[in-house]
Nanobody
Framework: QVQLAECGGGLVQAGGSLTLSCVVA????????MGWYRQAPGKQREMVAR???????NYPDFMSGRFTISRDNTKKTLYLRINNLKPEDTAVYYC???????????WGQGTQVTVSS
């Protein structure tokens, strides 16, 4: 059974930084592209970063340079570093694994990030 578990969220003041982690169990982590998504209250879930199986990172055009995605295949862990947090970054952040063996891939349960102004 594939499981994704995020951690690292919390309440942060604007201007601060956070590093989110996602540990994957149940399959060969290094085989799959991974991504971070977020969903703010009343809004659709959106992708904030993606990293290929070969560690090539991509970000949507609208994303600023404040987000950095990375992975450690030896630890089966995905990371998202967010610098200079803004109140509009407040959302639940989800880890996702792109897996052709499962429609829609796999999702974690999410971790809440709240940024106070």
């Amino acid at each position: 059974q594939v499981q994704l578990a995020e951690c690292g969220g919390g309440l942060v003041q604007a201007g601060g930084s956070l590093t989110l982690s996602c540990v994957v169990a149940g399959n060969i982590f290094s085989f799959y592209a991974m991504g971070w998504y977020r969903q703010a209250p009343g809004k659709q879930r959106e992708m904030v970063a993606r990293i290929s199986a070969t560690s090539v990172a991509n970000y949507p055009d609208f994303m600023s340079g404040r987000f950095t995605i990375s992975r450690d295949n030896t630890k089966k862990t995905l990371y998202l570093r967010i610098n200079n947090l803004k109140p509009e970054d407040t959302a639940v952040y989800y880890c996702h694994q792109e897996n052709v063996g499962r429609e829609g891939g796999y999702w974690g349960q999410g971790t809440q990030v709240t940024v106070s102004s």
